[in-house]
């Protein structure tokens, strides 16, 4: 008995080696329309044109060519049931015994950062979709292909007459998959072009589903700790999606923790041509933990790269290296003189990465700007059972809005100073304290359970060193006690939100001592 396929794919990768096979080795008839029926044509395979089959033109530019009974009926219908037997002969339908479709490229097309309105509704597939969802809802007569990687598997079976109902409902799972993950491009880049804050704003007070759909990037080998899975999901080419990684071992779930604090210090300062806070300027920071143990800026890479290591060179051992600037062979010999995990940079020299193959290990990832352009600004945190959504904390710094509330006022370089610690306490697990001069971290006190803890923590790193420094919190001080701690170690400034009810003896305090005090009306927990 002819079995009848229908192939209407967007991605032509194999499908005339499938529709060869399928025709003249298994005596399939083919269903086929558009641009596939012309390459399966050309590649001298018997098709029957879609609009020949239902009598029924393709009409609206090819909006409506699938969208009929003699399709939906002959992959609908229930073999088992002799009400639908009865109308399969009294209409005229043939059964469908295999659907080969995937979708128009929507999440390629919006990926183009110029893309209109238009251009992308035009990329939304509507006879696609129905035609899986058919097929995969009658799994268990009719047989769905989504993915050129299912063809071979497919014709094994088909060859060695395994085509099985599991085999079946697996590909109609795969098959709901395919069509979730595009319904939720859809929705996702739909809501991210409503650009009208108002809109806006009241069309997010309404959802009800927050909808994400990613892709498997790499199965961990295991999570946070050994005894717990882990698997990488991510947008190809958004993000982390975009790195390279050119050597060292497979990345672990705490590298991918840890490599993503790092980017989003090393781009205060720019990456490559994007812009931070500040002047683009060569940076590095060095990350134990999530938490920076050293950063800093310099006239070039290898400056801000020793100045960042000499900020704690002690917890800089097995840390994470993020670089904004090409890693050139001067870099990589110091890079080489300690254990290190991982280390992200926009690029590396080809003289540098001969001097890093000698820690094989090592894993060296390359990340261009481009991919951190494609990625949204939201953040999201999994809690039991669900998920915490909020914006990335990555807004500008807005010294419009900081106050001197001392009687002394800071002199320029005190005021570089803090703008430097205000921009790194932000990156630091609460509590956060953060001693800093001349473009480099000093001392920084993370994650402490009172503010003081932190700030004793970042004192003591600090050192001689602090004599002359800046602190900065990124939380109001309850207490005036981190001021005379502050100040018995030579801090000349400080710099934190402000809004305590006791700011009063904070200031009181910096006066008395000879302190400056700027306040930012601005906190940046960070839990």
């Known amino acids: 008995m002819e079995r009848t396929a229908i192939l209407s794919v967007s991605n032509k990768n194999d499908i005339v080696f499938l529709a060869e096979a399928l025709h003249f080795t298994h005596q399939y008839r083919i269903l086929s329309s558009g641009g596939t029926a012309n390459i399966l044509e050309a590649a001298g395979i018997p098709v029957t044109r879609i609009s020949n089959y239902t009598g029924f033109p393709e009409i609206m530019n090819g909006r409506v060519k699938t969208l009929h009974p003699l399709i939906y009926g002959g992959i609908l219908a229930n073999r088992d049931e002799l009400s639908h037997q009865r109308d399969l002969e009294a209409n005229g339908i043939t059964l469908i015994d295999l ?16 893309v209109d309105w238009k251009t992308a509704i035009e990329n939304i597939d509507i006879g696609g979709p129905s035609m899986i969802r058919a097929a995969a809802k009658n799994h268990p007569y009719v047989t769905i292909l989504t993915d050129p990687e299912q063809y071979q598997p497919f014709l094994s079976a088909l060859y060695e007459d395994s085509l099985d109902l599991g085999l079946r409902q697996h590909l109609a799972v795969q098959a709901f998959d395919h069509t979730a993950r595009y319904d939720a491009a859809i929705n996702r880049w739909m809501m991210s072009r409503l650009t009208n804050k108002t809109i806006l704003n009241t069309y997010q007070g309404t959802i009800s589903n927050f909808l994400l759909s990613l892709p498997l990037q790499q199965k961990l080998r295991y999570g946070e700790n050994p005894h717990q899975k882990g698997s990488w999901y991510t947008s190809k080419d958004v993000g982390w999606g975009g790195i390279s990684q050119i050597q060292g071992k497979e990345l672990s779930a705490n590298n991918l923790l840890d490599l993503d604090a790092a980017l989003a210090i090393i781009r205060e300062f720019g990456y490559l041509s994007t812009g931070g ?7 590095a920071v060095v990350i134990k ?8 800026t310099g006239v070039d890479g290898f400056e801000a790269l020793t100045r960042a290591l000499d900020a704690d060179r002690v917890s800089a051992f097995g840390g994470i290296i993020g670089l904004n600037s090409t890693v050139n062979v001067s870099m990589a010999k110091e890079l080489t003189s300690l254990f290190l995990e991982c280390i992200i940079a926009p690029d590396f020299t080809s003289d540098a990465l001969e001097e ?6 090592l894993r060296l990832l390359i990340l261009k700007p481009e991919a951190i352009d494609k990625a949204n600004h939201q ?23 900081w106050s001197i509330v001392t009687q002394r006022f800071p002199n320029e370089q005190e005021m570089i100073d803090l703008a430097f610690a205000w921009a790194l306490v932000r990156h630091v697990r609460s509590n956060a304290i953060v001693i800093a001069r001349n473009g480099q971290s000093l001392g920084i006190g993370a994650g402490q359970m009172n503010r003081i803890g932190s700030a004793h923590i970042a004192l003591n790193a600090a050192g001689n060193s602090a004599y002359g420094a800046v602190l900065a919190s990124d939380g109001f001080f309850p207490f005036d006690d981190t001021v005379k701690a502050a100040a018995a170690k030579g801090i000349k400034a400080i710099i934190q939100p402000g809004g305590s009810l006791r700011d009063n003896e904070s200031i009181k305090a ?11 009306k601005q906190r940046h927990f960070l839990h």
């Not at 659907?99 to 110029?114: A, C």
Request: charged share 20%.
């Open 277 to 283: 806070q500040f002047e683009s300027r060569p940076a």
């Open 510 to 520: 910096c006066n008395e001592l000879g302190l400056v005090m700027v306040t930012t």
């Open 379 to 401: 953040q999201l945190r999994s809690l039991l059972g669900g998920i915490l959504v909020q914006d990335l904390d990555d807004e500008p710094m807005n010294t419009q809005q």
């Open 99 to 114: 659907v080969v479709v995937n979708l128009y490229p929507f999440r390629e097309t919006v990926s183009q950062q110029s």
């Open 289 to 296: 933990h999530t938490n920076p143990c050293g950063v800093a």
């Open 356 to 361: 890093l193959r000698t820690k094989k290990n």
